[in-house]
Structures are given as C-alpha cells and as structure tokens.
C-alpha cells in the first residue's frame, strides 16, 4: 500500500509544480485498497481546493499505477481530524499568501524567565491551536512576483470569432494600452480561468510590476471573514490595495453579500484611481447580476465589457490538436473531427476526454484510435445545441420522479428546488432563452435562476455528494435525448 502511493506521489510531483505538490499533494495520508484510493487532508479547505483543482491529475496518477486494462480507480478525499500544532509557521519562502493575514508575533520571554514559568505553573490542559490555511504556488489567492507559477498563458490559448475580442482586451490590459478594467463573462467551461492567469502570467513578467493578485469571489469571501474573525480587515485591505492587477474571479458568488461588495468596490475603485489594472470573470454580464450594489456595477462596466461564447469546429480541433501536442501525442485527423463534432460546448470536458483518451493508449500500451475514442466518449456527455426546454424539463421529471406542476409550485422541498435549478443550468446551456425567460416558465425571477446555476455549477466543482448525482443525471439526459450515437 504505502509503495502504491509512494509511486503515485512520484508520478504527481513529475506533473505538478514543485510548490504545489509540496503543499497539497505532500502532506495527504493514504490508503489503497484494489482500485480504490483514499486520500486524508489536513482540514477541510484543503479537501476543498484539492477536489476543485487537482482531482484530474492524481486520478491521472492513480490510473498509472493501479489500473489494469483500461479499468477506473475510484479517489476519494476526506478531511481528517486536525493535529495541533505548537506555533504557527511563517509563509514560504515563495511570497506571502494575497489575504492570509499574519497577527503580529508576541514579545518573546528570555530563557530563564520561560525556565522559571515552567517550574512555577500547574500542569495546563492542552490547548486547540488554529490550523492555518494552507498556501499554494498555483491556484490559491497569491502575490506573484515573477512569471513563473502561472498554470495557463497566452501561447496556450486558442483564438477564434467566439473569443477574439475578450483575447484582444486582455493583452491590451497587459500591454497598459487603453484597457484598464476587463470584465469578461462565459459559461462554464469556455477558458475564463485559462484568460485571467495568462494575464496574471503576462504582466508578472513586466519589469516593475511587483504584485499581482488572483482569487475568486468565494476565496475573497473567506479571507475576508477571516479577517473579521481577527479583527484584521485593515491589513485585509491594506493587502488588495498594493496590488498592481487584481484578477478576480466568478464575481457573480458577490450577489447578496453587502459587506463584502462594499470591500470590493473600495478596493476596485483604488486600484483604478492609482492607475491599477482588474481583470474580473463571471459566469453572467453585469446586468444579468441581481443583489449588486449599483457603484461596483457600474465600476464593473467602466472598463472594457466582453464575452466568451462556445467556439467554432475549427477552434475545437485546433484546441484538440494543441492539448495532444502538450501530451506529446499523435492525434489521428479522423479522431480529432470525432471529438471536436461531438463535445461542442465545454472546453474543459473536450480538455478532460483527451487527457482520458491520452492516458488509456498509454496504459494499454497502443496507438490512438477511432475505436478507442468512441469507448472513451461512452464516458462523456455529447453536447449540442437541440436540447429544447420542453424536452429538458421532461427529461429532469423522469430523472428525479417529479411532475411538471410541482416544478412550477411554490414547494421548498429539496428534491423540487434541485430539480428546478437542474432544468435552469441545462436550459442556460442549451437553449437560447434569457434568464429572464427561463425564470417566467415557473414564475420565478431572474435573480433565482442565476443563484440556481450557481448552487449547480458550485455542485458539481465541489464533487460533492449532490455534485455527483446532478453532474450523472445531467450526463444521461444529454444522452437520452439522443445526443450521443
């Protein structure tokens, strides 16, 4: 067991950065058992940032050591139960966490007087010690400094008529042209995240650019009550506001909560004063956004507004074709029209299904083939844009044993509200209605489709245990409707 994961690990540390495998990947504690990998965290927002970033890779790992002919290994992550620690350690030397909020150290006693304490004092129950965050190269809320780190670039990144104009601004952004504030919006799945650190990787690489800032909205919503809980929100501020580019992510997550927009807004409206760049992404424009203060709206809107649609079949096979030439594989012409006809919406699922593909010839030892490939797309939702909302809400009436009057009711229970938001993700997806729309159809408003998609999309990053069921359903009503051959 202990060699499966020692083989395993060193499989991840030849993929990964060093940092981020040092981290996140170094402390875990394992068990194998036949095709199943256990992996025990620190705490819980290690189980959650492992879950959200580095699942595909270490089930790409465990399949290289435990699979047999072609067979999946199961990985689960858990949280295990903290072990305390006697002091709290100072960040690496790789720079300090964005908001990771360091309370000023105590005056240190002198030995005799530490010697003296320890003779005169009663025995003391043990103390709980917090448990800090871990902090990662890559990912996680930063100051970079350098170039190096970023996970995606601009050499990366494939340009076509559904997103020239968002690549356009961008290196603008990078190049101080007249692009100060980018606000980009996309579905999930269409390369926001891939844009945003190619711009934080870009001008990290500026000469007299020092600090560069990226997070999510929900990472910004944890450090900042984090420092409420430290009464620290004056450094929390003070941090966001020596950044020279700010790239904030999914901002969308800020609907509803007023505190923390107000800390966004003052932190946005700084940064532009001071000639500061921000890079912000969102599933939805900004007047699709409900529960926003109208200023940061506006500051949202001051800049250059974009957005990022489903590519082209000719950006799909040059996006198929540049991931082969990462894995350093020949992808046959026929396999390649095969993939980028039948995954025509999601980037990141096209990006999934290749690295499976890549991995399953390496492991049975063979060329890539036509056959290979439709086994291995059995495994993946085929997408295209035929899905009415008509058939969609029958097809999630079948999947949860529910009736169409009960979508349309005033009921809170659990199994209608997520089979209502269930039916708003896949509409969003597939049809051309508005949100407004989609709301109208069961009389609710716009603002409850938007956090209806989000609490979905959060599902199913997270992995959690309705994440799975929702991702399946989803997955076998893109393939009943017959969107798979």
Same mark, same amino acid.
């Given at each position: ?5 020692? /083989? ?25 058992? !036949? ?8 705490? &819980?927002?290690? *189980? *959650? ?22 067979? $999946?290994?199961?990985?689960? #992550? ?30 240190? $006693? ?37 170039? @190096? &780190?970023?996970?995606? !670039?601009? =050499? ?13 601004? $961008?290196? !603008? ?38 600090? #560069? ?5 929900? /990472? ?11 009464? =620290?929100? /004056? ?6 506001? =020596? ?12 609907? +509803? ?18 000639? &500061? @760049? ?11 956004? @409900?529960? #926003? ?9 001051? +800049? ?31 396999? *390649? ?19 499976? %593909? ?43 044993? %529910? ?22 993700? %896949? ?39 309705? &994440? ?9 009503? /893109? ?7």
């Amino acid at each position: 067991m202990t060699a499966h994961w020692a /083989e395993i690990s060193r499989h991840l540390q030849s993929t990964l950065e060093s940092g981020c495998f040092k981290v996140w990947i170094a402390p875990l504690a394992a068990e194998v058992q !036949d095709h199943r990998l256990v992996l025990t965290t620190p705490n &819980g927002y290690a *189980t *959650t940032w492992i879950r959200n970033r580095l699942m595909e890779p270490i089930r790409a790992a465990a399949a290289a050591v435990l699979g047999t002919d072609g067979q $999946a290994v199961d990985v689960e #992550v858990r949280t295990g139960k903290p072990a305390p620690r006697p002091a709290r350690s100072h960040v690496s030397s790789s720079g300090p966490s964005l908001l990771d909020a360091v309370p000023p150290a105590m005056p240190q $006693a002198s030995a005799a007087s530490r010697q003296s304490a320890a003779r005169e004092a009663p025995a003391a129950a043990p103390q709980m010690v917090q448990q800090s965050l871990p902090i990662s190269t890559a990912g996680a809320p930063l100051i970079r400094s350098s170039a @190096r &780190g970023w996970r995606y !670039d601009f =050499d990366g990144f494939v340009v076509g008529p559904s997103n020239e104009m968002a690549v356009a601004g $961008a290196k !603008d952004l990078c190049r101080h042209g007249c692009v100060e504030t980018l606000f980009v919006s996309a579905p999930s799945g269409l390369g926001k995240t891939h844009l945003a650190q190619a711009v934080g990787q870009a001008v990290s690489a500026e000469r007299g650019c020092e600090h #560069v800032g990226y997070l999510t909205a929900e /990472e910004f919503a944890s450090r900042f009550v984090a420092a409420m809980r430290q009464n =620290d929100l /004056e450094t929390f501020k003070g941090r966001l506001r =020596d950044l020279d580019v700010l790239l904030l992510e999914d901002v969308h997550f800020l609907q +509803g909560k007023e505190r923390m927009q107000e800390h966004v807004l003052s932190t946005v409206k700084y940064l532009q004063d001071r000639g &500061g @760049r921000v890079v912000l992404t969102s599933s939805f424009s900004p007047r699709e956004l @409900r529960k #926003v203060d109208s200023q940061l709206v506006s500051h949202f809107c001051s +800049g250059l507004m974009t957005s990022m649609v489903k590519p082209t079949a000719d950006m799909r096979r040059a996006i198929l074709e540049n991931k082969a030439r990462v894995h350093q594989v020949m992808l046959p012409a026929d396999v *390649t029209d095969l993939l980028a006809d039948r995954l025509s919406d999601d980037v990141r699922q096209m990006e999934s299904c290749l690295n499976s %593909l890549v991995f399953k010839a390496r492991l049975l030892n063979r060329s890539i083939s036509l056959d290979m490939a439709w086994d291995v797309l059995g495994q993946y939702a085929q997408m295209e844009c035929g899905l009415s909302f008509e058939t969609i809400i029958r097809l999630v009436c079948e999947s949860f044993g %529910l009736k169409e009057h009960q979508l349309c009711s005033r009921s809170r229970r659990a199994e209608c509200v997520l089979g209502r938001n269930t039916i708003y993700y %896949l509409a969003r997806k597939h049809t051309e209605l508005s949100l407004q729309q989609i709301g109208d159809k069961f009389n609710r408003r716009h603002s409850t489709v938007i956090k209806g998609i989000t609490s979905i999309e959060r599902e199913i990053s997270n992995e959690s245990r309705v &994440g799975r069921q929702v991702a399946t359903t989803v997955s076998l009503i /893109e393939r009943n409707a017959g969107l798979i051959a």
